[in-house]
């Protein structure tokens, strides 16, 4: 507008219509809805007028903020002004300082379970029955690995009984490697170790493989098989009839190899491809909910439409998992307050209690979790971070806490720890027995995992339409009024339902987009 008078500037300014989202009535900020944000000048609906350009998704402060004052969204402190801020002034990262972290030997226990809401019934979808009681909602070939030593050569045998076995067994989904970077020069008996073998092990009974387990192991490694099943709630397995050894003295050389892979392979193809889906509650489905490149609108629109299908999915009997320490940290009261018992809540301060010395191990601490992105998303910190994606866990209690790479063994709301990044999260939540995946994103991700479904829902309209063939739900439409957090949860709900019935493709496995797995291992490497 190099021409511009004031009086232009004014008109132009007023030509958009200001669309804003308060998320608290006691928030003295609100963000703005508009696309590409909005120009100083623009006069809100209330007569404030903006002291500068705000971009979208970008916070205004709707009062005048003394230097200290608290800054309130989600009715709760984000932030304290790092300078005195004017009403209509645009409050950023450099405007605002970081609150100290919720102490966890103060955190309130139990004092707000909420009651059960009504039970959903009737609600069922089409999926694999497994031996041990779990249910898939895809049936899926998994050749499990002991050691990194034996990846390229399972990859090979993959690629070979895609093109030359799998066409015959049509009823089969698909086949994958479960592939790693662990298995030897490791330490076995070093604190943490036990979470990367027991992530394997129960990567390898998720449900999507249908329970006819086969591994295959270099020979010499550190973590032989033996190990890899030792479990007392593992169903026994026996190793000889399920373990190809590749130094095994009958091999000689890389063909025989693959022929033993490609061999065992096809025995479990011919079972798996014997199996039809059968309706079952949706009791059976354990969903787990992550997000990954947030922004300031995911907090309002897809964590809190994904939190009203998890209560959807809760009153039907179903598992519901969300995770990310980091990304609740600074949320924790919430979360403990609504722990179904003390138990529950002591186990839940203990996974953070874990966290917060392993961060400090690494010199780091929460601070170091929201990305660039996520900060030009408007997000300004975690704590205004860990509020908006907290919203995913919805309204019902606390039902159950897992450490990294535990399997679930209740229905209802539950806690898997795990770090946020999105590939270690999703990894963890598959080991938990995840099968189906909710992803929310702000900024974009053309994330997807081999071993389970995962729906995509963006915050933001615009991304949803300049992504349209990536992204599985708009949540957009609810910053923008066209539906209600009620009316995109329920669509979740029933997209879930779709997809794990095999009657929906999500656009991740319409592409094919499957992001390898990522072990969670905080033990050291020798
Ligand atoms: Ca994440």
Redesign the pocket.
């Known amino acids: 507008m190099g021409n511009a008078s004031g009086v232009t500037e004014r008109n132009e300014a007023a030509a958009v219509r200001a669309l804003l989202i308060r998320a608290n009535a006691r928030d003295n900020v609100a963000i703005v809805v508009n696309e590409g944000g909005l120009p100083a000048g623009t006069v809100l609906e209330s007569g404030l007028v903006l002291r500068e350009a705000v971009p979208e998704a970008h916070k205004v402060a709707l009062a005048d903020l003394e230097k200290g004052a608290p800054i309130l969204r989600y009715g709760t402190v984000i932030g304290y002004a790092e300078v005195p801020l004017k009403a209509g002034s645009w409050v950023h990262e450099q405007s605002m300082r970081l609150p100290a972290p919720p102490k966890l030997d103060e955190l309130p226990i139990s004092t707000e379970v909420p009651e059960p809401l009504p039970p959903l019934e009737g609600c069922t979808f089409e999926g694999y029955v497994n031996e041990d009681g779990t249910v898939g909602t895809k049936n899926i070939l998994g050749i499990t690995t002991t050691v990194q030593c034996v990846a390229a050569t399972v990859d090979y045998a993959v690629r070979r009984i895609k093109t030359e076995l799998l066409p015959r067994y049509p009823h089969v989904d698909d086949v994958i490697s479960l592939t790693h970077s662990y298995g030897c020069g490791i330490a076995l008996d070093a604190p943490g170790a036990e979470i990367p073998v027991r992530t394997l092990r129960n990567l390898s009974r998720n449900p999507n493989l249908g329970g006819a387990p086969m591994m295959v192991s270099l020979g010499c490694e550190k973590l032989q098989p033996a190990v890899l099943v030792a479990s007392p709630d593992f169903p026994v397995l026996d190793t000889s009839a399920n373990v190809v050894r590749l130094q095994d003295e009958q091999h000689h050389g890389f063909e025989d190899m693959v022929t033993a892979i490609m061999r065992m392979a096809e025995a479990r193809l011919v079972r798996l491809n014997a199996r039809r889906r059968v309706t079952r509650p949706a009791a059976d489905l354990i969903v787990g909910m992550?997000?990954?490149g947030s922004d300031a609108f995911s907090g309002v629109t897809a964590n809190p439409a994904l939190g009203h299908a998890a209560d959807l999915l809760v009153r039907a009997g179903a598992t519901v998992i969300f995770s990310?320490v980091t990304?609740v940290r600074d949320a924790a009261a919430i979360v403990t307050a609504r722990a179904a018992n003390e138990t529950v809540a002591r186990e839940f301060i203990r996974e953070l209690a874990w966290y917060d010395d392993y961060l400090s191990r690494g010199e780091t601490d929460r601070s170091a979790n929201p990305s660039p992105g996520n900060k030009k998303g408007g997000l300004t910190n975690i704590v205004e971070k860990a509020l908006g994606a907290t919203a995913k866990a919805g309204s019902t209690a606390l039902a159950g806490v897992l450490g990294p790479g535990e399997r679930v063994n209740r229905r209802g709301l539950i806690f898997a720890a795990t770090p946020?990044?999105?590939f270690v999260?999703g990894t963890l939540q598959l080991a938990a027995g995840m099968n189906v995946h909710v992803f929310t994103t702000g900024r974009g991700t053309p994330y997807g995992l081999a071993m389970a479904p995962v729906i995509k829902v963006a915050s933001r309209s615009a991304l949803a339409q300049r992504w349209s063939d990536l992204i599985d739900v708009d949540a957009g439409v609810i910053a923008t009024g066209k539906a209600s957090v009620e009316e995109v949860g329920e669509q979740i709900f029933r997209l879930i339902l779709d997809v794990a019935s095999g009657r929906k493709v999500t656009c991740a496995d319409r592409w094919g987009l499957h992001n390898d797995l990522a072990l969670f291992n905080p033990s050291p490497v020798t």
């Open positions: 992550q997000c990954g990310e990304e946020a990044g999105d999260c």
